[in-house]
T-cell receptor, first 116, second 115 residues
Framework: DSGVTQTPKHLITATGQRVTLRCSPR?????VYWYQQSLDQGLQFLIQ???????AKGNILERFSAQQFPDLHSELNLSSLELGDSALYFC???????????????FGEGSRLTVL | AQSVAQPEDQVNVAEGNPLTVKCTYS??????LFWYVQYPNRGLQFLLK??????LVKGSYGFEAEFNKSQTSFHLKKPSALVSDSALYFC?????????????FGQGTELSVKP
């Protein structure tokens, strides 16, 4: 158990809908990272928050947004869903910020989104 | 831009034989390198990392990795494979170019260990 909790584990929805994925980082970790894993794109970095502030942005679509709350949990909001958004969405956390961080990321079990 | 490459989509090994999963990197400066394993329908589990020091890094479940600066490689190895090692393996490098310090992952290598 990594200590990172993601809910829901599975989600099935229709095109055009909106969903929210939730992540609770490990106790004490201030950084939260979101990744998308799909068969054709592999593991893609979406966005990172540190102590409530956005710190890095990757290949995140405009239809997607995220935030980190004062209690450090994070939510990833996916709207106007398309078939191609079907994927595994992972949250990861780490203690430190920055490129010089030598620590590993700890990953949750993921949220599997299926868009029909 | 920093990146890692895993040249093999799949590696097949017989149980008891040594295994190697390859990874090469492209990084400016000294790299921070990681290996993760993903079992079916599970999240990524950290195996080991190279930050500095000894080029041979030992990790979880009997895995080790060898950092080779001249060949820009960080291959994952295990002396004797187990059927339970069958999984998807990812090499990653820390992006030191921004504040976030995210990990950049390779495409993954599917390891299959047959009895």
């Amino acid at each position: 158990d990594s200590g990172v909790t993601q809910t829901p584990k599975h989600l099935i929805t229709a095109t055009g809908q909106r969903v929210t994925l939730r992540c609770s980082p490990r106790s004490g970790d201030l950084s939260v990272y979101w990744y998308q894993q799909s068969l054709d794109q592999g593991l893609q970095f979406l966005i990172q928050y540190y102590n409530g502030e956005e710190r890095a942005k990757g290949n995140i679509l405009e239809r997607f947004s995220a935030q980190q709350f004062p209690d450090l949990h994070s939510e990833l909001n996916l709207s106007s869903l398309e078939l191609g958004d079907s994927a595994l969405y992972f949250c990861a956390s780490s203690v430190q910020l920055g490129g010089g961080n030598t620590g590993e990321l700890f990953f949750g079990e993921g949220s599997r989104l299926t868009v029909l | 831009a920093q990146s890692v490459a895993q040249p093999e989509d799949q590696v097949n090994v017989a149980e008891g034989n040594p295994l190697t999963v390859k990874c090469t990197y492209s990084v400016s400066g000294n790299p921070y390198l990681f290996w993760y394993v993903q079992y079916p329908n599970r999240g990524l589990q950290f195996l080991l990392k190279y930050i500095t020091g000894d080029n041979l890094v030992k990790g979880s479940y009997g895995f080790e990795a060898e950092f080779n600066k001249s060949q820009t490689s960080f291959h994952l190895k295990k002396p004797s494979a187990l059927v339970s090692d069958s999984a998807l393996y990812f090499c990653a490098v820390r992006d030191k170019g921004n504040q976030g310090g995210k990990l950049i992952f390779g495409q993954g290598t599917e390891l299959s260990v047959k009895p």
